[in-house]
């Protein structure tokens, strides 16, 4: 007979968090979250619902109907979330995205934990954000919470690179906010101006990938394999593949790399902590989920 | 670390079954289902919401929107719910009474396995109700799966004992059409004839208790010591206590009793049944979860 811990822990108190998003059934985070609740012996079930943008009202209702503790958010929900909110934290209200919600008694509060597991990523590795000088690739839904935290976390300042398009105004109003209500200072170029990419990247302590390029079966990279230095902590919001071209040529160089596995890790963990109020388990979720976090 | 057979199956693809209705955080159906579905190696979460009547179209909403495979209902549900499902099992239609819904694709039907819980009850204690005649007390959300499953299982002719109150010309009207519409002669009696009643439960070879007359505190009894005979069953839909009055008196008497918990067991595996397409595994059910009824 197959029996465990959940056979018994299991009862009308137990309370429900959700992934909202679409797509959502390759997700990890179900796997992650039980595991970590089961460990920990807290009585909560994870599941995945599949919710699109216009869903998302009624899903929002449905959260509060049974008084679930809480869920996160994926694609493309991110954003659109934000007027069904009660309330944001600091660093949901900067970066515009919310990838967690906490019901805290009917009262939905908006978080995002995507910018605070690429910071914990990059402290597993052991490297310190606070003071740093830092360049960022991209500022779409990925990279504004990466900012937004690294601002918050004490980065001295910020390089944004990002195409010249439609929206380049809209990003340059993103960093001079975040420029006027922290103590980091941010900018924004055109990630067309190789010198300018190559002098703030040669000033830079951390380098991110916060765009799509490099992903799935995309080899391309967008920094000059000639721009990185040995000192250089670089870090790719992808996992998939472990190791893109952007890694490939840093390790190369001499430089450290990181991929995206540690930020879904951590942004988790901090999700996890917000709705249970205790740490998660890392090294039962790296052995777990993320064999390859393992030291 | 406590790790268990969850910690690898949940994932993206788990499904949530849930309990509506009010009370629900002492019920044994999330602890049961979970075992069962666990043990299966199935993919499900059942978990119980607290849902009122006015919140029950909501929630029935939100079961449509998450893809739900399907719910228990509970008190005061089991009625209300009818209006706001796409069709009826026989023996839902015959009871107006749904203590399961099963999601077929965005097709929500309504079935009863309360009544399917007390056949089975009697069954899995040696007795046949095919061809029997049976005295019922009460015509309440109880009483009425009861009646519409043993008729709908060849019961021959049921005798329901009812106060003689506004609603008694109802109960013979739902009597009259089980009467119409299956091959089983329902006929409804005042509660207060004892002399009707002792015949009746003299012919009969099975008295089931469908009132919460005799439940916790309650010591009282409908049935008079002498009205028993040996050659009865006597089932009692009540579990707490293990053994009411009516209970005690019949088996001083030398009848079978037989009290609720088997119903409770029953019908959550005909729902488990309905949703997952598999048996439950009633053994280890009754081990973890009703130990009383181990042989």
Same mark, same amino acid.
């Given at each position: 007979?197959?029996?465990?811990?959940?056979?018994?822990?299991?009862?009308?108190?137990?309370?429900?968090?959700?992934?909202?998003?679409?797509?959502?059934?390759?997700?990890?985070?179900?796997?992650?979250?039980?595991?970590?609740?089961?460990?920990?012996?807290?009585?909560? !079930?994870?599941?995945?619902?599949?919710?699109?943008?216009?869903?998302?009202?009624?899903?929002?209702?449905?959260?509060?109907?049974?008084?679930?503790?809480?869920? @996160?958010?994926?694609?493309?929900?991110?954003?659109?979330?934000?007027?069904?909110?009660?309330?944001?934290?600091?660093?949901?209200?900067?970066?515009?995205?919310?990838?967690?919600?906490? @019901?805290?008694?009917?009262?939905?509060?908006?978080?995002?934990?995507?910018?605070i597991g690429f910071i914990r990523a990059l402290e597993d590795r052991g490297c310190t954000?606070?003071?740093?000088?830092?360049?960022?690739?991209?500022?779409?839904?990925?990279?504004?919470?990466?900012?937004?935290?690294?601002?918050?976390?004490?980065?001295?300042?910020?390089?944004?690179?990002?195409?010249?398009?439609?929206?380049?105004?809209?990003?340059?109003?993103? !960093?001079?906010?975040?420029?006027?209500?922290?103590?980091?200072?941010?900018?924004?170029?055109?990630?067309?101006?190789?010198?300018?990419?190559?002098?703030?990247?040669?000033?830079?302590?951390?380098?991110?990938?916060?765009? @799509?390029?490099?992903?799935?079966?995309?080899?391309?990279?967008?920094?000059?394999?000639?721009?990185?230095?040995?000192?250089?902590?670089?870090?790719?919001?992808?996992?998939?593949? !472990?190791?893109?071209?952007?890694?490939?040529?840093?390790?190369? !160089?001499?430089?450290?790399?990181?991929?995206?596995?540690?930020?879904?890790?951590?942004?988790?963990?901090?999700?996890?902590?917000?709705?249970?109020?205790?740490?998660?388990?890392?090294?039962?979720?790296?052995?777990t989920c993320f064999p390859n976090l393992l030291a």
């Open positions: 007979m197959k029996t465990n811990i959940l056979d018994t822990s299991i009862s009308g108190h137990t309370n429900l968090l959700c992934l909202l998003g679409h797509p959502v059934e390759h997700s990890i985070s179900p796997r992650m979250h039980t595991i970590a609740a089961n460990h920990l012996g807290l009585d909560y !079930a994870y599941l995945a619902f599949d919710i699109t943008e216009e869903q998302l009202p009624a899903a929002i209702d449905a959260l509060r109907l049974f008084r679930c503790r809480g869920c @996160n958010l994926t694609m493309p929900l991110k954003h659109t979330v934000i007027p069904l909110l009660d309330e944001l934290s600091e660093a949901s209200r900067l970066a515009g995205s919310v990838n967690t919600i906490v @019901n805290e008694d009917g009262k939905l509060i908006g978080h995002t934990t995507d910018g954000v606070a003071g740093t000088k830092m360049t960022i690739l991209g500022a779409g839904g990925v990279a504004t919470p990466m900012i937004a935290q690294a601002a918050i976390d004490g980065v001295r300042e910020i390089s944004v690179f990002k195409r010249k398009n439609a929206t380049f105004q809209e990003t340059v109003q993103f !960093a001079d906010n975040i420029t006027k209500t922290t103590d980091c200072k941010v900018a924004v170029y055109d990630m067309a101006d190789a010198d300018t990419m190559r002098r703030e990247i040669g000033e830079s302590q951390i380098l991110a990938n916060a765009t @799509n390029v490099g992903m799935g079966d995309d080899t391309a990279s967008l920094v000059d394999p000639s721009m990185f230095h040995k000192d250089l902590v670089v870090f790719d919001a992808i996992y998939h593949p !472990a190791k893109t071209t952007l890694l490939q040529d840093a390790e190369a !160089a001499g430089a450290t790399i990181i991929n995206g596995e540690g930020q879904l890790l951590f942004q988790g963990a901090a999700s996890f902590a917000l709705w249970t109020g205790k740490e998660m388990p890392i090294d039962v979720i790296k052995q």
